[in-house]
T-cell receptor, first 116, second 108 residues
Framework: NAGVMQNPRHLVRRRGQEARLRCSPM?????VYWYRQLPEEGLKFMVY????????ESGMPKERFSAEFPKEGPSILRIQQVVRGDSAAYFC??????????????FGSGTRLTVV | TQLLEQSPQFLSIQEGENLTVYCNSS?????LQWYRQEPGEGPVLLVT?????EVKKLKRLTFQFGDARKDSSLHITAAQPGDTGLYLC????????FGTGTRLTIIP
């Protein structure tokens, strides 16, 4: 997991504040995926990005959530006006895809968001 | 929506026993992966199965992919306390779709 870096590891926000979660993919990986995990549950897909493009955002809530993966720098998952229900672990994964073949996913250690 | 149902959801057994975890879906996937997740960490890939009917062994763990590539099983022989964790199956298409998870506890 050391290859995909997520920060912060823990984030506490008050209701109504903004949360910004960062993910630096493994070197050479240009595909990033964000997942959310509630306690005792599996991971739910949120969004799939390549550099400067959102490929699939079918799992993103339509309001308050946004994601980007700029040409330079980490991928950012942004949650505006957080509510208690946003409290969860957010995981990022990266992969290398060449000519449609995915070489496998590597996950970061996650960011645990707590909304108080 | 593609759903992968895992069973059982929770399993607690004595050290040395055998166990099987199941992963079932109504969708066909190009491949299926199994992950183990420790508390406070991200999932770690255990195996990828690609071909219908494929069986892969990883020491005491045996993974099988169903003939129709919709279901899979994980069998652990002589379970050890170090096997404790959350086991997740994931179907692979353009993205990973995770199963509901099986939390396994091995009692020494």
């Amino acid at each position: 997991n050391a290859g995909v870096m997520q920060n912060p590891r823990h984030l506490v926000r008050r209701r109504g504040q903004e949360a910004r979660l960062r993910c630096s993919p493994m070197k050479g990986h240009s595909h990033v995926y964000w997942y959310r995990q509630l306690p005792e549950e599996g991971l739910k897909f949120m969004v799939y990005l390549q550099k400067e493009n959102i490929i699939d955002e079918s799992g993103m809530p339509k309001e308050r959530f946004s994601a980007e993966f700029p040409k330079e720098g980490p991928s950012i998952l942004r949650i505006q006006q957080v509510v208690r229900g946003d409290s969860a672990a957010y995981f990022c994964a990266s992969s290398q895809v060449t000519r449609g073949y995915n070489y496998g996913y590597t996950f970061g250690s996650g960011t645990r968001l707590t909304v108080v | 929506t593609q759903l992968l149902e895992q069973s059982p959801q929770f399993l607690s057994i004595q050290e040395g026993e055998n166990l099987t975890v199941y992963c079932n879906s109504s969708s066909v996937f190009s491949s299926l992966q199994w992950y183990r997740q420790e508390p406070g960490e991200g999932p770690v890939l255990l195996v990828t199965v690609v071909t219908g009917g494929e069986v892969k062994k990883l020491k005491r763990l045996t993974f099988q992919f169903g003939d129709a590539r919709k279901d899979s099983s994980l069998h652990i022989t002589a379970a050890q306390p170090g096997d404790t964790g959350l086991y997740l199956c994931a179907g692979v298409k353009e993205k990973l779709t995770f199963g509901t998870g099986t939390r396994l506890t091995i009692i020494p």
